[in-house]
């Protein structure tokens, strides 16, 4: 997280942006079997300029027939829009736990499978021009672009990270996820109280979150989200490391590791 956050803003066109991207695709390299860019562009309101984007897709391959995809965003929100101070709200976000975080679980979760492979392949997503905004319809980008793209045969489901650093962390049920994978958060959930981290992942529902898991759900890839959505810092310029824990990182990466190596698929 504390590298992502040192190359700066990571907004599209940014110069963070670039460096983080070549700075993924090296570590995900080290990881994985295959790693892949796949570009996509939009003409952006903000400027009326292509906005140039990249997805990031890490492949590990354990030959089992089925596939779980697991995705969180790389870019940051190009303005801090939930600032008070007008001049402020201009201003791009640091993302620490907005945006920096689920790639921080992605690439500890590649780390602990390169070293022990988990039971099925898995598909590493970085999404690009997830917080491009300003808008829904401007949001969630690389998500969509790729659920145009599926592979095939397409992931069996699909778990989402997003805003997952907070240091008081608590991830109770995202209520798009529990009707579009309904199957998937049960599972989730029961095994979360099994390995006793029931208080970071509490089985009720929160308020219902628009992220890069619905272009999946309507793609037919059931996807869940794995959201804190409680974060004062979110899109202001307050974004930053000393908000978030390794140790919230550590309990997130944990409950999915041991929630994928204990799935039969
Ligand atoms: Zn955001």
């Not at 001049?87 to 780390?111: H, I």
């Not at 049920?173 to 970071?200: C, M, N, W």
Request: some cysteine; aromatic content about 10%; overall charge negative.
């Amino acid at each position: 997280m504390k590298q992502q956050v040192a190359f700066g803003p990571r907004y599209p066109g940014s110069e963070g942006h670039r460096k983080c991207l070549d700075w993924i695709i090296a570590e995900a390299s080290k990881y994985t079997d295959k790693v892949e860019k796949q570009p996509f562009s939009h003409t952006w309101s903000a400027n009326g300029f292509d906005v140039k984007m990249t997805n990031v897709i890490a492949t590990m391959n354990v030959g089992a027939k089925k596939t779980v995809l697991l995705l969180a965003h790389w870019d940051t929100r190009p303005t801090a829009d939930q600032e008070w101070d007008s001049r402020d709200a201009k201003k791009p976000v640091l993302g620490a736990n907005d945006g920096a975080s689920g790639v921080a679980v992605l690439l500890d979760l590649m780390r602990a499978f390169k070293e022990t492979p988990p039971p099925m392949n898995v598909i590493f997503l970085f999404t690009d021009g997830e917080d491009l905004g300003p808008g829904l319809d401007e949001m969630f980008l690389g998500a969509a672009h790729y659920a145009k793209n599926l592979p095939n045969p397409k992931p069996t489901y699909g778990i989402l990270l997003d805003m997952v650093g907070d240091k008081d962390l608590r991830i109770p049920i995202e209520p798009f996820s529990a009707e579009k994978a309904p199957d998937l958060v049960k599972r989730f959930y029961a095994h979360a109280k099994q390995i006793g981290l029931e208080t970071t992942f509490p089985n009720e529902l929160q308020g219902s979150i628009f992220d890069d898991h619905l272009p999946l759900n309507d793609a037919g890839v059931p996807t869940m989200d794995l959201i804190d959505f409680t974060y004062p810092s979110w899109h202001t310029l307050s974004d930053t490391v000393d908000k978030c824990s390794a140790d919230s990182l550590g309990k997130v990466g944990k409950a999915v590791e041991s929630f994928l190596r204990n799935e039969k698929l």
